[in-house]
């Protein structure tokens, strides 16, 4: 008796085991050819059989429907891993930078042959998000293009500090700054990038000119900057935008001022520490999401003397920081829907939609009991398809009646059965299960009162 929890275990791990090294497995390494290539028998061979896989691991009987049964196992359906491999690799192939056999296939829609899907990795990575629109992969930057007149400064504090601290900090960083600018003139841009909780994505930012000391704002604005941004798209957008509009106004000011004896100096202000540490690094290694920050700071610098790329901490009470703050929460109100969206935050959205809650029941949890027939049973009692209800044995034509054997007239399904049921009122008094808005969440909360009571009515 003592054997059976060990060898319950031991099948789990051995299921587990056949799924990932088999099953798997072969449609990962095959993810390439899966949508192109692999025949339609061949696919349903393979998601037939790892379906079988967890239904053996979960103890869900063969009727449990599709959705319940990856609720139960807390695993995405074999088309939907396989899709988001094939969309990493779409990614890796569309980087190539020669014409690959990869990337052609990729960049051209396949025609619709026999026994073929007319799908691309590409289509496949973009079916899995709100929008169709993505912004053209950037080539990378060769290593030895380096900006010579860029200067990075990082304000001397940490994010712990205390407000005033931070502020002092950063505006004895911003006073060094301006001391190193020799230029009567210069200009200075804000940054600030904004995500709602819904992932929605603005930028902002506010261009000040200065001259001979006197400060004055010149232009701002604020922009959306797309549906499934993360915090650092955002910021990157917002620095674009901001290079992009001191850049217009050099351009405009040197066919203005003949005389101008030099070059400005530009100080661009912001507070992502992610973004000027990628900018920092090594221009070949950069991610794709940064090269065009790379690119804008690349463009101005031809216009002016010297860039000074400077961090300062955020929510410090520093007055343009917070201003520009503003301006980016506007931007994630402004229609997205143009928006083309960023290579990692097309990757950060595919996985989140790809993403699967973990198995609603903790075996753990289970302690004693940990048996594999009450997993079992447990799970069966989630997805409803439990040969422990009349409701479900009619319903394939195995019992004659859906009714309780407690209750004339009285349907048994797992409510009924585990919360309801006056005839098990006694076992479920002992085991001390409460009372629950649905199944699923009692076997989440408390699945050892549960199989406590199967245990009490003698079903486990
Ligand atoms: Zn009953």
């Given at each position: 008796?003592?054997?059976?929890?060990?060898?319950?275990?031991?099948?789990?791990?051995?299921?587990?085991?056949?799924?990932?090294?088999?099953?798997?497995?072969?449609?990962?390494?095959?993810?390439?050819?899966?949508?192109?290539?692999?025949?339609?028998?061949?696919?349903?061979?393979?998601?037939?059989?790892?379906?079988?896989?967890?239904?053996?691991?979960?103890?869900?009987?063969?009727?449990?429907?599709?959705?319940?049964?990856?609720?139960?196992?807390?695993?995405?359906?074999?088309?939907?891993?396989?899709?988001?491999?094939?969309?990493?690799?779409?990614?890796?192939?569309?980087?190539?930078?020669?014409?690959?056999?990869?990337?052609?296939?990729?960049?051209?829609?396949?025609?619709?042959?026999?026994?073929?899907?007319?799908?691309?990795?590409?289509?496949?990575?973009?079916?899995?998000?709100?929008?169709?629109?993505?912004?053209?992969?950037?080539?990378?930057?060769?290593?030895?293009?380096?900006?010579?007149?860029?200067?990075?400064?990082?304000?001397?504090?940490?994010?712990?500090?205390?407000?005033?601290?931070?502020?002092?900090?950063?505006?004895?960083?911003?006073?060094?700054?301006s001391s190193l600018c020799a230029q009567s003139q210069s200009y200075e841009v804000w940054t600030d990038g904004s995500v709602t909780?819904?992932?929605?994505?603005?930028?902002?930012?506010?261009?000040?000119?200065?001259?001979?000391?006197?400060?004055?704002?010149?232009?701002?604005?604020?922009?959306?900057?797309?549906?499934?941004?993360?915090?650092?798209?955002?910021?990157?957008?917002?620095?674009?935008?901001?290079?992009?509009?001191?850049?217009?106004l050099l351009t405009a000011g040197l066919t203005n001022t003949d005389g101008q004896p030099s070059l400005p100096d530009l100080i661009?202000?912001?507070?992502?520490?992610?973004?000027?540490?990628?900018?920092?690094?090594?221009?070949?290694?950069?991610?794709?999401?940064?090269?065009?920050?790379?690119?804008?700071?690349?463009?101005?610098?031809?216009?002016?003397?010297?860039?000074?790329?400077?961090?300062?901490?955020?929510?410090?009470?520093l007055f343009l920081n917070d201003k520009v703050d503003r301006l980016a929460a506007a931007g994630t109100q402004v229609p997205q829907?143009?928006?083309?969206?960023?290579?990692?935050?097309?990757?950060?959205?595919?996985?989140?939609?790809?993403?699967?809650?973990?198995?609603?029941?903790?075996?753990?949890?289970?302690?004693?009991?940990?048996?594999?027939?009450?997993?079992?049973?447990?799970?069966?009692?989630?997805?409803?398809?439990?040969?422990?209800?009349?409701?479900?044995?009619?319903?394939?034509?195995?019992?004659?009646?859906?009714?309780?054997?407690?209750?004339?007239?009285?349907?048994?399904?797992?409510?009924?059965?585990?919360?309801?049921?006056?005839?098990?009122?006694?076992?479920?008094?002992?085991?001390?299960?409460?009372?629950?808005?649905?199944?699923?969440?009692?076997?989440?909360?408390?699945?050892?009162?549960?199989?406590?009571?199967?245990?009490?009515?003698?079903?486990?």
């Open positions: 008796m003592s054997l059976l929890p060990v060898i319950s275990k031991l099948l789990e791990k051995l299921v587990q085991k056949a799924i990932n090294q088999y099953v798997l497995s072969s449609g990962l390494y095959g993810a390439a050819a899966y949508y192109g290539l692999t025949t339609n028998s061949g696919k349903r061979l393979l998601e037939t059989a790892y379906n079988q896989c967890l239904r053996v691991a979960t103890g869900c009987v063969p009727s449990t429907p599709l959705t319940k049964l990856y609720e139960v196992a807390g695993a995405p359906s074999l088309h939907t891993k396989i899709t988001r491999q094939a969309g990493n690799l779409a990614n890796i192939a569309l980087r190539h930078s020669t014409p690959t056999p990869a990337r052609t296939v990729l960049s051209a829609r396949v025609p619709q042959r026999i026994r073929q899907d007319k799908t691309t990795w590409q289509q496949l990575a973009q079916e899995t998000l709100p929008t169709q629109q993505f912004l053209p992969l950037p080539s990378r930057p060769p290593p030895w293009a380096k900006v010579e007149n860029l200067t990075i400064h990082i304000t001397d504090c940490s994010r712990d500090d205390p407000p005033h601290v931070r502020l002092s900090a950063a505006l004895e960083c911003l006073d060094k700054v909780d819904e992932g929605t994505g603005g930028s902002g930012y506010l261009v000040i000119k200065v001259t001979d000391g006197q400060r004055s704002e010149v232009c701002s604005g604020s922009d959306p900057a797309g549906v499934v941004a993360t915090s650092f798209t955002a910021e990157v957008t917002a620095a674009v935008a901001g290079l992009s509009a001191a850049e217009d661009l202000v912001t507070d992502s520490r992610s973004l000027t540490d990628s900018v920092a690094g090594d221009p070949y290694r950069m991610s794709p999401d940064t090269i065009p920050v790379f690119e804008a700071i690349k463009s101005i610098s031809q216009l002016v003397t010297s860039i000074h790329l400077v961090w300062v901490s955020s929510h410090c009470g829907g143009h928006v083309r969206l960023p290579v990692q935050a097309t990757k950060t959205a595919v996985r989140k939609a790809t993403r699967y809650p973990p198995p609603l029941l903790d075996t753990k949890k289970l302690g004693d009991l940990r048996t594999r027939k009450a997993s079992c049973k447990l799970n069966q009692l989630m997805t409803g398809h439990c040969s422990l209800l009349n409701g479900y044995l009619h319903r394939i034509g195995a019992a004659h009646s859906p009714h309780c054997v407690f209750c004339p007239g009285v349907v048994e399904d797992a409510m009924h059965f585990l919360f309801d049921c006056p005839g098990r009122a006694q076992s479920r008094h002992s085991a001390a299960l409460q009372s629950s808005s649905s199944v699923s969440q009692a076997v989440a909360e408390s699945p050892y009162n549960i199989a406590r009571f199967l245990q009490l009515e003698k079903l486990l």
